[in-house]
Structure formats: C-alpha cells, structure tokens
C-alpha cells in the first residue's frame, strides 16, 4: 500500500518557487535507504524529497524507524543500501563536510548537565572550529533569543525539561546550518513548552531554515510541517501535506444539531442523499460523510428547510490526523507506542 | 592535524571544568586511596614480610600508587558511558571536529587527575613513614614520568570498556573484576615470593609487576633489571592495542 502524492503545497512566503522541484531545491533527498540491524529490517527503500525552507514532518509510531532515518542523514549511521544526500552533500561519502552544515536536536536534550548553559554553548562553537572568543559571543546571541540569558551562567542540571530542550536546540543552531534534524523535538515536554518550543521552531523554518522533524504526535506535524511522511515497518506508506492526507481518508464529517423536539427519523431521510452512507443518529445529533466540503453546509441547511425541520448547530469536521493514521495503518499511533514499549 | 589538537584540548577542558562539580567523583579519586594506603599500612603491613631492608611503608607505596593510577582511567569509561546514554556522543558525531579527539581529550583530562591523586598519595606516603631512598631527582621524576605513561595507556582501555558496556555499573563491575584481581596478583602489596606457585608465576610476568618494580627502581633504589623499559613497551603496547579499538568503537557508536 504504497502511495505517494504530490509534494507539498508551497507556504505562503515560497509562492514565487515555481511548483517542480529541480535538485537545486531539494535540502534533502532520499532514495531506496536501507537499514537493518541484524535481523530487524528498521529501513525498507525509503524514499524522501524536501524542498529547501520547508519542514518534513516524519510520522509514524516508535520503533517505526524515524530515528534511523535521521540518524543516517545526521551521519551518525551508515545506511546498508540507497542514497541520501542533504544540502546537496552525499550522507556516506561527504559526511565530514555535511557536519558543517547540518544541525541536530536529539529526543533526549544532548547537554552537558554539569557545565553552564554558556560553556555548552561556546563548547559546541570551538569545535565547529570557531575561535574561543566568538564561540562565546554565539553562545551569548543564542541564550538571548532563545530567553535563557538568566540562566546562562547555572549548570544545566539547575535547567527544567523545556530549559534544557531550548538548549539542545541552541546547540543545534550554533554554526547557523541550512538544514535542521529535529527528532521527536518535544517528547515528554508540558503543553507550554511545547507550544513554545513550536513557535522557535516556526521562526527558524521563516528565516529560511529546512527542518526535517520526527514526531509521534499528529498535531505536531500537523502544525509544523508542510510535508508530511508516514512511515510505519521501515517504509514510507503515504506522504503528502496535512489537508491531501486527510482528503485520502475519505470525505469530511458533517454533525448537525437539531432544535429540541424535532423528528430525528425525518433529518436522517432529509440529508440521507447528501452521503454514500446512511446517516447516524443519536440523541438529536445527525453525523454523516460527505465527500467534499464545498456547498455542504449550504445543501444541509436548504434541504433541512424544505422538511420544516429546525437546526440548532451545524460543523463540519475534518478528519484529523488521526484518522489518517488509524486508516493506513490499521492501528492507533499512541497505542502502537505503548505496545512497543511495553515489550521493550 | 591543528584540530585534532584544538579539539582535543577543547573537550580536555570540558572535563576538567565539570569536575569540581561532580565532587563525589573528586573524592573516590582522593580519599579513597589515602584510606586504602591507611589500612595496607596499619592492617596488613605488620603480616607482610618485605624483602631485606626495605620497609613496608616504602613497600606498599610505589605499588599503591600503581595500583590507584590503573584505576585513574575509570573517569573515562564512565564519562563516556554517561555521554553515550546522554546522547552527548551523537552531538560530538555529528560535529565536524576531529574523530578521536572526544577520546583523546578524556584521556588527556586523566593526565590531570592522576597527577593529582599521586601528590594525595605521595604527601600520604610520606607521612605515613615512605621516603625516597637511594635514588636521585632525575629518577623521582622518571618514576612519575613512567606513572603518568602508564595510567594515561589505562585510560584507553576504559575509554574502549565505557563505549562498549551498557551501564556504569557494568563498566564499575569491569574494574572489579578484570582490573583489581590484576593488581592483587602481582609485587603491588606482597612480595611474589610469599605466594602459590601458580600466582607467583602470574605475578612474575604481570605487566603490574614490572611497573612496580620499575617504580621501586626509580622512587628506592631496589635493583630492577629491565623493568624500566619494561614499564615503557608495556605502556606503549596497551596505546598501540586500545586506542585504535577505542576509536573505532567511537566511530560507530550508536547511542543509548
């Protein structure tokens, strides 16, 4: 069940970048990457484009072999077959030259607890080969926008979880890389910092940055990326932007609300022909599908009308990510998680 | 070449500053081994028969110091374990800094910490009755020169141990088990001569033996034979062996 559509629509602020993509524009591209570690197959010809000054959101559940992917573009892991090649470098063969460009915040925020925010910083500066002196200067611009200034000078081990994760990612940013790996950026953070985290983020992909980012949570990448990829057993099963993956679950949900007393039985006969599937009823609230969102609401309300039947509340709802997920791969993102690290 | 160097110094740095800041680290480093030369001196010291002329405190203590240098290395497995675990090894990879310099910079850091734990030992030492005896400046200074050698070839083989187990407490049991009974069974605490024959024929070819002896050479005045350059090959032989291993371990290490 592979199915690849198009690639993203661009943002608002690329609409000048014509809509084919020639190598110039790809920050990153993957093609038939494998990987196995011995007799799991963690990489299965996994094929991957994204466009410079866009985010891939790479989806799917743990163990689903998000982490090997960007392990392997980040030169960390060689992959067994298939190339790679990001910010126009080969992943094998150019390794030593990528690192100067390429930055990685890891899922377990990779500081060194006992040296201040400041020294982490101007650490990773120096052996980007910058000299003392403007390693710190870095260091300092950095805790300033990322608002850790008052806590440059404390050991990290002082640091909260978002703290820390702020730092990861100033650490990542150093050397100003044109190509970001973020993975699963926001694991185990509060909603604040999470937020947080997503609008830096957010003004790093305006300033020009291309971020590839792995999640398990589908309102990240729903957020954040433009493209987004499923992966799930070591393949990419679908990839598209948020609305096309929606859209292939199948149509959006209408709910309308009825007004106290109305004949739910009539509603249902009314809106039937609306929908391939019966209409479900209960408790004064009519759910069905239909296949596209234009002139929905409009067509409900003149046919509720003409049955003399009145209408309390009406929404249409997209299919959230979710969804998405249970359909393609026949179980719930969370859940699969859990399994997995329960047999872990 | 230059960044190797840079690099290297760099993380020797970083080191070096945390340090202070993990005191309980400091202190098994320190306090430690002032209490085992307390206890060898006091405990065992009046059982052991030395050889003619040499007194126990002068004895124990050149081996002692071996035996505390060996284990200076031990910073080194767990802080790379701890860096593995932490993800700090994957940030380090995926820098374009020189390969072994995360390795070489710990194990320079070491340098330090062993000079420091042999000043702790060697003011112990002389308080506790050891004197240097029969020897001259140059060949006290030898005598260090051959520690700081040997401990910094120790330091390798903890650096390959902390990349390949899969918690501290594993690299701890390694320490205990492959490394002490390794300085028990050689001149470090008991002349070979009072053991089973069998000891005293793995004492005998120990390379602990022949550092101990080498440093009883040099610190006082005990007749040595070739066991000073036989400190040195030893020394370089464990490097040429474990550094290499090491790195390449560095190189495809794969985090937690």
Do not use: C
């Not at chain 2, 126990?56 to 284990?71: E, K, R, S, T």
């Not at chain 2, 320490?175 to 004492?203: E, K």
């Amino acid at each position: 069940m592979r199915t690849v559509l198009n690639m993203g629509t661009p943002r608002p602020a690329d609409q000048s970048v014509p809509p084919e993509t020639s190598d110039d524009e790809l920050a990153i591209s993957v093609r038939g990457l494998s990987k196995s570690y011995g007799d799991v197959q963690a990489l299965d010809g996994v094929d991957l484009d994204v466009r410079r000054g866009t985010v891939l959101g790479l989806l799917g559940p743990n163990g689903a072999g998000k982490t090997t992917v960007v392990r392997i573009l980040a030169t960390l892991l060689l992959p067994d077959a298939g190339t790679a090649r990001v910010a126009g470098l080969d992943v094998v063969h150019d390794a030593a030259k990528l690192r100067e460009r390429i930055g990685l915040a890891g899922q377990y925020a990779a500081v060194d607890e006992n040296l201040t925010g400041l020294e982490n910083l101007t650490m990773v500066g120096r052996l980007y080969g910058m000299p003392r002196r403007q390693a710190k200067a870095r260091g300092v611009e950095l805790l300033d926008r990322f608002e850790l200034d008052e806590a440059a000078n404390r050991p990290v081990k002082t640091y909260s979880g978002g703290m820390r994760r702020r730092l990861d990612l100033a650490d990542a940013l150093v050397a100003k890389p044109p190509v970001l790996f973020l993975d699963e950026p926001t694991t185990g953070l509060d909603p604040r910092s999470r937020l947080n985290l997503w609008e830096t983020i957010e003004r790093l992909v305006a300033e020009g940055t291309t971020v590839l980012l792995t999640t398990q949570y589908l309102d990240e990448a729903d957020r954040l990326a433009d493209t987004i990829a499923v992966i799930d057993h070591g393949t990419v099963i679908a990839e598209g932007t948020s609305d096309e993956l929606k859209d292939r679950v199948g149509g959006e949900r209408l709910e309308v609300r009825l007004e106290d007393g109305e004949d739910v039985d009539a509603a249902v006969r009314a809106l039937a022909p609306m929908s391939a599937e019966p209409p479900v009823a209960e408790d004064g609230l009519v759910k069905l599908t239909v296949r596209e969102r234009r002139g929905v609401i409009v067509e409900a309300v003149r046919r509720l009308t003409e049955a003399g039947i009145g209408v309390d509340d009406l929404v249409i709802r997209r299919p959230t990510l979710d969804d998405v997920f249970l359909s393609l791969t026949g179980h719930v993102a969370e859940e699969k998680a859990d399994e997995e690290a329960a047999a872990a | 070449m230059r960044r190797l160097v840079t690099d290297t110094l760099v993380i020797a740095e970083r080191n070096l500053v945390r340090l202070p800041r993990a005191p309980d680290l400091l202190l098994a480093f320190t306090v430690q081994p002032v209490m085992f030369v307390l206890l060898f001196r006091y405990v065992f010291g009046g059982a052991i028969r030395t050889p003619p002329g040499i007194t126990y405190a002068n004895f124990l203590i050149p081996g002692i110091i071996v035996q505390n240098i060996a284990f200076g290395g031990f910073v080194t497995a767990l802080g790379l374990n701890e860096d593995v675990h932490k993800g700090l090894i994957d940030r380090f990879r995926s820098l374009p800094m020189a390969r072994p310099a995360v390795l070489a910079g710990r194990t320079f850091s070491d340098i330090v910490t062993n000079l420091l734990s042999m000043t702790v030992l060697t003011v112990t030492g002389l308080i506790i009755g050891f004197s240097f005896s029969h020897t001259t400046a140059l060949d006290v200074i030898a005598g260090v020169g051959i520690l700081v050698l040997f401990g910094y070839a120790f330091s390798w083989v903890f650096a390959l141990v902390g990349l390949l187990v899969s918690s501290p407490e594993s690299a701890n049991s390694f320490g205990f088990i492959a490394i002490f009974p390794l300085t028990f069974i050689s001149s470090a605490f008991v002349p070979p001569q009072l053991m089973p024959a069998a000891l005293r024929a793995f004492a005998n070819v120990n390379p602990f033996t022949i550092v101990v002896d080498a440093m009883r050479h040099l610190w006082i005045g005990q007749a040595a034979g070739n066991y000073v350059w036989g400190a040195v090959v030893w020394s370089v032989v464990i490097i040429a062996v474990f550094a290499p291993l090491a790195v390449r371990r560095y190189r495809r290490a794969t985090g937690a």
